[in-house]
């Protein structure tokens, strides 16, 4: 009888390249909502009115582009430290990926809500008169 309990964040032969992969696509997926979130940066401050503190528009859009500027961060922070996971993935030095999906998860879902939220600020901020 087989008493050893499977770990689904343990990282063996057996699944190590398709971790790997996984990061590669988690990689391109956050080099992408990057330029999303850039896009939509410059599309509100270049299009849209002008950030500022003199007007409860301007508030709006001041905030909506702080938002935007931490998810930004946040989708850089991904992108930057997954080089470093694929390396200590794939030269054995982690074996577990808990730790690695924990961080990416919590950065991933901070930048989605910071995105959504900045964009729907906007849309206030640019239809406030």
């Excluded at 950030?51 to 850089?76: E, M, Q, R, W």
Aim: with cysteine; aromatic share 14%.
């Amino acid at each position: 009888m087989n008493t050893q309990k499977y770990d689904p964040a343990e990282i063996t032969d057996l699944n190590r390249q398709f971790v790997a992969e996984w990061l590669s696509d988690r990689s391109a997926f956050h080099t992408w909502f990057s330029s999303v979130i850039t896009g939509s940066f410059v599309a509100i401050t270049v299009f849209g009115a002008k950030p500022g503190f003199s007007s409860v528009k301007g508030y709006f859009l001041s905030a909506a582009t702080v938002l935007l500027l931490f998810a930004l961060i946040c989708n850089f922070v991904c992108v930057w430290s997954i080089p470093s996971w694929k390396y200590r993935v794939n030269t054995l030095i982690i074996t577990n990926s808990a730790a690695m999906r924990r961080e990416l998860a919590i950065t991933a879902w901070l930048s989605a809500i910071a995105f959504v939220s900045g964009l729907t600020i906007a849309v206030i901020g640019n239809s406030a008169d």
